[in-house]
């Protein structure tokens, strides 16, 4: 059985379908004795569901995406540096 903060790591991973069968048994277990955990993912769910609604609404997961590019990119640039100055 999992504990809570495992089923935290797994929130995203669940969300975006990544999980394995496995790991996803273990999730609903989980989230069938746990109403804390449960009412987080619901929550984080519908959440998402409403951005990408609002997404598909302004026509702008274009720019949406850009920016999470630029992100990663500048996340990528500051990992490199601190492994230079290793
Ligand atoms: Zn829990």
Redesign the pocket.
């Known amino acids: 059985m999992i504990?809570?903060g495992d089923?935290e790591r797994a929130l995203n991973p669940y969300l975006d379908r990544e999980l394995s069968e496995e790991d996803l048994v273990q999730v609903r277990e989980?989230l069938d004795a746990?109403s804390?955990?449960l009412h987080r993912f619901a929550f984080e769910e519908s959440l998402r569901r409403l951005v990408r609604v609002r997404c598909q609404e302004q026509a702008a997961p274009d720019s949406l995406r850009q920016r999470i590019t630029v992100t990663f990119a500048i996340e990528r640039t500051r990992t490199r540096t601190r492994k230079r100055s290793d």
């Open positions: 504990n809570c089923c989980h746990c804390g955990c």
